[in-house]
Every structure is written in structure tokens, then in C-alpha cells.
């Protein structure tokens, strides 16, 4: 998270970083029952986008999004949510610690090519080990059908996530042809779905690779001022803290000319297919009922005695790691010309920004998923630097000014 302070128009920048790595995995196999050969098709393009990844967090949407791989008639459909492992059939699938789904329901309102509105839903547990339901039950006597290609998307509102920090835990996607098959789910008999696939979810700061799944991303989000030096290694990502200061060299912002900081970065790596897309939550800066205004939801320059607080992204080519498929997406790309972006100059000046355009898009940033800044391909770790502007008129009230900013980064496979 962000913490960014004003007093007597003395604006500083302290970095509290909330390092927000949503890792979507998925991992099925076809097993082997009791006596009985069950092989299912596995569900594609599978995913599930969680609002927060805070431990504990109640009131979480949870997007469930995936693709049929092949022609179903659909009767039931069955969310599993698992402590131990997302393979369908281990009978390992405690309840995470803490989790609960029981305040949710389901809402219907994403576009779906397959819609399931008119089931019946329900939401039990049906594994011990927790203190909560766990699965998702959706069936109805009157099939929905599905072609091959086609989305499957429902929200899940209202989720209690687990409460330990670092906490990894899984879910389980299983659509059945009968709906006896699906109301009469349990651990020990999942009833032979002919769909289903494995995700894998987690609370981390950063996220560690188990060694049942291959999909990884590792992400994190830092603040490395004046000669602070980075320590990484292929399955780490170390944090530095170090304060980030918008102003003059003693923090203090003048309304004549621009603030620059260039000392927030962030880091990532992964190996979904489909890459990853790294989003921000939060809001602009804030004392009780006063505020320095967003520069907008186009990318816009510095405009002289404007009170304005925006950002753009750019890869970071001279970090130790090569950029490695990072693209800005726009309006934070500087309006198409990144290198204008590259080109500006840390502290506080005229032409500091170097004509750079900045944006901050305050409805979709403050919305349920945040506003996506960029995108990264399967590869090795790539750095992004996020260039903030500060900007104050002649009639800003002092105060001590806070935001809040919250970073995500989400896979697809």
C-alpha cells in the first residue's frame, strides 16, 4: 500500500506496500475410483479472480470463468473449495482454515455464453476440517447447453477468505450431464463428472510453486530509492522499503512546477500461457473531506498551478532482468510514447515530467477489480516502473493527504 503524506503543503510518499499476487493455477488429472474408471475432459481457459487476497477478508467476490472443451448438456455444476490439494477425486479437501461461504450467493450478471441463473443453487460442507461450507452446488432438472469454445461465468459474493497469511488453498470445477450426479457430490464419491479442472488461489505477498502443479507467477511490488541495491533469485522476490518522496528535497511541493517519483517498482515473472495482467485498486490523495484531484481518466500532461496526482508505466530495459514481454496498457502507457515516460526525471523541476502523459482512472480504480496498467508474457522476471505525478494549485489545504493503492497481478492459462 501507498501512504502518502501532506503537511504545509509538504507532501511525502511512504511506501506500505500491499503486494497483491492473485495466482490462478490449475492442476487435474483423470483417476481411478473405487471400482469404477471415471476420465473427464479438462474444463479450459479456467480461472477464478478474487476481489482481495487480504487474509480473513470478508464480503469477497470470487469471478469463476472457464471454457467447455467440448458439447454438454448440463445439469449440475459443483465448486469445491480444498486446503490440501485441487485434484478431483484426493480425498484430501479440508476446508481452508478460516474459509466460509456462509454468507454467499451466487450472481449471474458477467456475460456467459452458458447461462445457469434458473438452477437451483445451495451451498454446503461436505469435508471437515474447517469451521464453514465449502461447496457450491448449482443443478437443475432441465439441461443448459453448451458448445465446444463456449464461457461458463458466475460470481460467488460474499466469501470469507482463509485467515492465515501465505495461505495456499484450491478449488475444484466439476460439471455433470445428470443433476442426481451433481446434488449427490461428496469427497469420497465425486459421481464422475464429464468436465473439471483444478485452480489453485493463495493470500502470498508471493507466491511458491507446490510441487503437484507446474503453472507459477511470482510478483511483488517495491520501493528501491537512492542506491538501495535489489536481492532476487529465480524463486524469490525480495522487498526493499524505502520511502518515496514527491517534492523538493525536503518533501515540500510547489505549485509552479512538477513532483516526479521514479522509485516505485514492480517485479514479475510467470509461465501462463496466456500471460498475466497486473491491475491497481485504491483511490487519489485524501485528507477528511479534501482531496488533490486525479489528473483523469484520459492521459494527460502536467498542467502548471493544477492540483493533479496520476501515473504512468513504463519496462525498466536497465534492471537486471531483461523486460521480458511487460507492455503498459493504455491510458498509463504515456499516450503511446513510453520513452517519454522513460525519460523523466526524478525530484521536482520544470520539465521533470518531459512532457510525459499521465492518468488515473479514479471510477474504474476504485471499482471491484481495479484498472489493468499492464500486461506480462510467460518468461522470465520483468520490471515495471511506476512514474507518479504531484501536482498542487496555489489553493490546495494543507493536511495530511493518504492513499491507498493495491496491486494485483492474475495469470491465465
Same mark, same amino acid.
Given at each position: 500500500?501507498?501512504?502518502?503524506?501532506f503537511?504545509?503543503?509538504?507532501?511525502?510518499?511512504?511506501?506500505?506496500?500491499l503486494?497483491?499476487?492473485?495466482?490462478?493455477?490449475?492442476?487435474?488429472?483423470?483417476?481411478?475410483?473405487?471400482?469404477t +474408471?471415471?476420465a473427464?475432459?479438462?474444463?479450459?481457459?479456467?480461472?477464478?479472480?478474487?476481489?482481495?487476497?487480504?487474509?480473513?477478508?470478508? $464480503?469477497?467476490?470470487?469471478?469463476?470463468?472457464?471454457?467447455?472443451p467440448?458439447a454438454?448438456? /448440463?445439469?449440475? @455444476?459443483?465448486?469445491?473449495?480444498?486446503?490440501?490439494?485441487?485434484?478431483?477425486?484426493?480425498?484430501?479437501c479440508?476446508?481452508?482454515?478460516?474459509? %466460509?461461504?456462509?454468507s454467499?450467493?451466487?450472481?449471474?450478471?458477467?456475460?456467459?455464453d452458458?447461462? @445457469?441463473? !434458473?438452477? !437451483?443453487?445451495?451451498?454446503?460442507?461436505?469435508?471437515?476440517?474447517?469451521i464453514?461450507?465449502?461447496?457450491? !452446488? @448449482?443443478?437443475?432438472?432441465?439441461?443448459?447447453?453448451?458448445?465446444?469454445?463456449?464461457?461458463?461465468?458466475? *460470481?460467488?459474493e460474499?466469501?470469507?477468505?482463509p485467515?492465515?497469511?501465505?495461505?495456499?488453498?484450491?478449488?475444484?470445477?466439476?460439471?455433470?450431464?445428470?443433476?442426481?450426479?451433481? !446434488?449427490?457430490?461428496?469427497?469420497a464419491?465425486?459421481?464422475?463428472?464429464?468436465?473439471?479442472?483444478?485452480?489453485?488461489?493463495? %493470500?502470498a505477498?508471493? =507466491?511458491?510453486?507446490?510441487?503437484?502443479?507446474q503453472?507459477?507467477? %511470482?510478483?511483488?511490488?517495491?520501493?528501491?530509492?537512492?542506491?538501495?541495491t535489489?536481492?532476487?533469485?529465480?524463486?524469490?522476490?525480495?522487498?526493499?522499503?524505502?520511502?518515496?518522496?514527491?517534492?523538493?528535497?525536503n518533501?515540500?511541493?510547489?505549485?509552479?512546477?512538477?513532483?516526479?517519483s521514479? &522509485?516505485?517498482?514492480?517485479?514479475?515473472t510467470?509461465?501462463?500461457s +496466456?500471460?498475466? %495482467?497486473?491491475?491497481?485498486?485504491g483511490?487519489?490523495?485524501?485528507?477528511?473531506?479534501?482531496?488533490?484531484?486525479?489528473i483523469?481518466?484520459?492521459a494527460a500532461?502536467?498542467?502548471?498551478?493544477?492540483?493533479?496526482?496520476?501515473?504512468?508505466?513504463?519496462?525498466?530495459?536497465?534492471s537486471?532482468f531483461?523486460p521480458? $514481454?511487460?507492455?503498459?496498457?493504455?491510458?498509463?502507457?504515456?499516450?503511446? *510514447?513510453?520513452?517519454n515516460?522513460?525519460?523523466?526525471?526524478? $525530484?521536482?523541476? /520544470?520539465?521533470?515530467?518531459?512532457?510525459?502523459?499521465?492518468?488515473?482512472?479514479?471510477? =474504474?480504480? *476504485?471499482?471491484?477489480?481495479?484498472?489493468?496498467?499492464?500486461?506480462?508474457t510467460?518468461?522470465?522476471?520483468?520490471?515495471?516502473?511506476?512514474?507518479?505525478?504531484?501536482?498542487?494549485?496555489?489553493?490546495?489545504?494543507?493536511?495530511?493527504?493518504?492513499? *491507498?493503492? &493495491?496491486?494485483?497481478?492474475?495469470?491465465?492459462?
Open positions: 500500500m501507498f501512504r502518502l503524506s503537511y504545509r503543503r509538504y507532501v511525502i510518499l511512504h511506501i506500505r506496500l503486494v497483491v499476487a492473485v495466482l490462478v493455477l490449475s492442476s487435474a488429472l483423470p483417476i481411478l475410483l473405487t471400482n +474408471a471415471s473427464y475432459t479438462l474444463l479450459g481457459d479456467r480461472e477464478i479472480r478474487i476481489s482481495s487476497s487480504v487474509a480473513d477478508a470478508t $464480503g469477497v467476490s470470487y469471478l469463476v470463468n472457464f471454457e467447455l467440448a454438454i448438456n /448440463i445439469e449440475g @455444476l459443483v465448486i469445491a473449495f480444498c486446503d490440501e490439494s485441487p485434484i478431483i477425486g484426493d480425498p484430501d479440508a476446508v481452508p482454515s478460516g474459509f %466460509t461461504l456462509a454467499a450467493s451466487l450472481d449471474f450478471t458477467e456475460p456467459s452458458v447461462d @445457469l441463473s !434458473t438452477f !437451483t443453487s445451495g451451498f454446503s460442507q461436505q469435508a471437515t476440517g474447517g464453514g461450507d465449502n461447496v457450491v !452446488t @448449482l443443478s437443475s432438472a432441465s439441461s443448459a447447453s453448451g458448445a465446444q469454445g463456449n464461457s461458463v461465468v458466475l *460470481t460467488i460474499g466469501v470469507t477468505n485467515s492465515a497469511v501465505n495461505e495456499s488453498f484450491y478449488a475444484r470445477i466439476m460439471l455433470y450431464e445428470t443433476q442426481a450426479n451433481a !446434488t449427490g457430490y461428496t469427497v464419491n465425486n459421481n464422475n463428472p464429464e468436465q473439471a479442472g483444478g485452480i489453485a488461489l493463495s %493470500t505477498q508471493t =507466491i511458491t510453486i507446490e510441487a503437484k502443479v503453472e507459477r507467477i %511470482t510478483f511483488c511490488v517495491f520501493a528501491a530509492a537512492g542506491t538501495a535489489l536481492d532476487y533469485d529465480d524463486n524469490d522476490c525480495s522487498l526493499i522499503l524505502d520511502p518515496v518522496v514527491l517534492g523538493d528535497e518533501g515540500v511541493l510547489d505549485s509552479g512546477m512538477p513532483s516526479i521514479k &522509485e516505485a517498482k514492480f517485479n514479475i510467470t509461465n501462463a +496466456a500471460g498475466a %495482467t497486473i491491475r491497481v485498486k483511490d487519489t490523495l485524501r485528507t477528511g473531506s479534501f482531496s488533490i484531484d486525479e483523469g481518466d484520459t500532461t502536467y498542467s502548471a498551478g493544477t492540483e493533479q496526482f496520476g501515473f504512468c508505466v513504463y519496462s525498466d530495459g536497465t537486471p531483461a521480458g $514481454g511487460l507492455t503498459p496498457l493504455a491510458p498509463y502507457d504515456s499516450g503511446g *510514447t513510453p520513452a515516460c522513460v525519460d523523466t526525471t526524478q $525530484g521536482q523541476g /520544470i520539465g521533470n515530467d518531459n512532457g510525459a502523459l499521465f492518468a488515473f482512472e479514479n471510477d =474504474i480504480i *476504485t471499482s471491484t477489480y481495479g484498472s489493468s496498467i499492464a500486461t506480462k510467460a518468461g522470465d522476471w520483468s520490471t515495471g516502473v511506476l512514474v507518479f505525478l504531484g501536482s498542487i494549485s496555489t489553493t490546495t489545504e494543507p493536511g495530511i493527504y493518504q492513499a *491507498t493503492l &493495491e496491486f494485483i497481478a492474475t495469470g491465465r492459462y
